[in-house]
């Protein structure tokens, strides 16, 4: 089975903070995906990355950076926190673009304070 | 603007009550997929389906269906004979290529709620 690990479930961080969420896939996937959830507005991409070193942005990017040295490993890096930043972050992986199906991981609930 | 809509917020069924959630889309290619996820109280989203956009033949898996109509852009899901542990969010997904085909862009999701 397909494993997406995201490295915590819950996170409190202060305004202002760098905040590092990681995600690391264990099928050899090409594609890895961040996405932030809010209730009443779905799934929203912040950025995707199609291979190692290569990184796209997605439809709320702004405040979010990302970093993929490794092709198992895609991390979400909030380079100083705010408030409207809490939410869900998921993250997924897929073997070739969107065309195949994604696998997620269980979610990072961050609370920004 | 939205590309996928799920007008449903939420609905509330009780054991045994078949439920359909709405999916419509919108999009300007010929190719496309379109995808069901299962998002349960734990918070993984599962894949459920996936469909192609030359492919309307609808499908059924078990208690779950699915009705594909390119004519009213909709991708519609029934669960039959509900079951509690059918109570998830339901989101549906599009991915096109003018979008970039690494870009799933999800619906606002469907609460299903199943009461004994």
């Known amino acids: 089975d397909v494993k997406v690990t995201q490295s915590s479930r819950y996170l409190v961080k202060r305004t202002g903070e760098k905040v590092f969420l990681e995600c690391v896939q264990d099928?050899?996937?090409?594609?890895m995906f961040w996405y932030r959830q809010d209730p009443g507005l779905g799934l929203r991409l912040i950025y995707f990355?199609?291979?190692?070193?290569?990184?796209e942005k997605g439809d709320i990017p702004e405040g979010y950076s990302v970093s993929r040295e490794k092709k198992e490993r895609f991390s979400l890096i909030l380079e100083s926190a705010s408030t409207n930043q809490t939410s869900m972050y998921l993250c997924?992986?897929?073997?070739?673009?969107?065309?195949?199906?994604?696998?997620f991981g269980q979610g990072t609930r961050l609370t920004v304070v | 603007a939205q590309k996928v809509t799920q007008a449903q917020t939420e609905i509330s069924v009780v054991e045994k009550e078949d439920v359909t959630l709405d999916c419509v889309y919108e999009t300007r290619d010929t190719t496309y997929y379109l995808f069901w996820y299962k998002q349960p109280p734990s918070g993984e989203l599962v894949f459920l389906i996936r469909?192609?956009?030359?492919?309307?033949q609808n499908e059924i898996s078990g208690r779950y269906s699915w009705n594909f109509q390119k004519s009213t852009s909709s991708f519609n899901f029934t669960i039959t004979a509900s079951q509690v542990v059918d109570s998830a969010v339901y989101f549906c997904?599009?991915?096109?290529?003018?979008?970039?085909?690494?870009?799933?862009?999800f619906g606002a999701g469907t609460q299903v709620v199943v009461t004994p």
């Open positions: 997904a599009l991915s096109e290529p003018t979008d970039s085909w690494g870009k799933l862009q």
């Open positions: 990355s199609y291979d190692v070193k290569m990184k």
């Open positions: 469909r192609n956009s030359f492919d309307e």
């Open positions: 099928m050899d996937h090409e594609n």
């Open positions: 997924a992986s897929s073997l070739n673009w969107a065309i195949y199906e994604a696998f």
